[in-house]
T-cell receptor, first 110, second 114 residues
Framework: DAKTTQPPSMDCAEGRAANLPCNHS???????VYWYRQIHSQGPQYIIH???NNETNEMASLIITEDRKSSTLILPHATLRDTAVYYC???????????FGGGTRLMVKP | DTAVSQTPKYLVTQMGNDKSIKCEQN?????MYWYKQDSKKFLKIMFS???????INETVPNRFSPKSPDKAHLNLHINSLELGDSAVYFC?????????????FGEGSRLTVL
């Protein structure tokens, strides 16, 4: 699976949009982009995933560049409860193994 | 209802002891996993089981022996515990292998070896 690069930490003001970037320049055509988050002392939680098109669900939006070499997770109105480590993962369609990197520690501040 | 539940949540034990962590999922998923999160917070896959059969074993020492009595349960038994085994262990499940990367994780079991 392709490697991902994320900033180690980011801050965001409560109520503002949080935009978390991820680089995956070696992504292959059959690899999906997944986002998970881990709130302190909890298990990781699935957020969203996509292949080529932008995706939106009740939690977030995922914007994937046309060349698929990077993506951005958008939390439209960040709350204090969104403070967590956010993991960007690329995974091939075959096999369910998810390899977690260091992630981005998002701190939402009042 | 808890989708993926692990017991115990906390476990403190001495070096050399043998301990088990249990995991159960009520989602009807076919595939279950064990992940280890060390003190540096990196999450690493240990094992993957699909319908009670071992699929992935990521170079985990023989002291770790997963057991899946049925597809809803995946227990982790650890022999001769070492200091380096101290970590948080997460169980997870997902629908049929290869279909999706959406994993459902338990709350974790924090193991401390003294």
């Amino acid at each position: 699976d392709a490697k991902t690069t994320q900033p180690p930490s980011m801050d965001c003001a409560e109520g503002r949009a949080a935009n978390l970037p991820c680089n995956h320049s070696t992504i292959s055509g059959n690899e999906y982009v997944y986002w998970y988050r881990q709130i302190h002392s909890q298990g990781p939680q699935y957020i969203i995933h996509g292949l080529k098109n932008n995706e939106t669900n009740e939690m977030a939006s995922l914007i994937i560049t046309e060349d698929r070499k990077s993506s951005t997770l958008i939390l439209p109105h960040a709350t204090l409860r969104d403070t967590a480590v956010y993991y960007c993962i690329v995974r091939a369609t075959a096999g369910n193994m998810l390899t977690f990197g260091g992630g981005t520690r998002l701190m939402v501040k009042p | 209802d808890t989708a993926v539940s692990q017991t115990p949540k906390y476990l403190v034990t001495q070096m050399g002891n043998d301990k088990s962590i249990k995991c159960e999922q009520n989602l009807g998923h076919d595939t279950m996993y064990w992940y280890k999160q060390d003190s540096k917070k990196f999450l690493k896959i240990m094992f993957s089981y699909n319908n009670k059969e071992l699929i992935i074993n990521e170079t985990v020492p023989n002291r770790f022996s997963p057991k899946s009595p049925d597809k809803a349960h995946l227990n982790l038994h650890i022999n001769s515990l070492e200091l380096g085994d101290s970590a948080v262990y997460f169980c997870a499940s997902s629908p049929r292998q290869g279909v999706t990367g959406e994993l459902f994780f338990g709350e974790g079991s924090r193991l401390t070896v003294l």
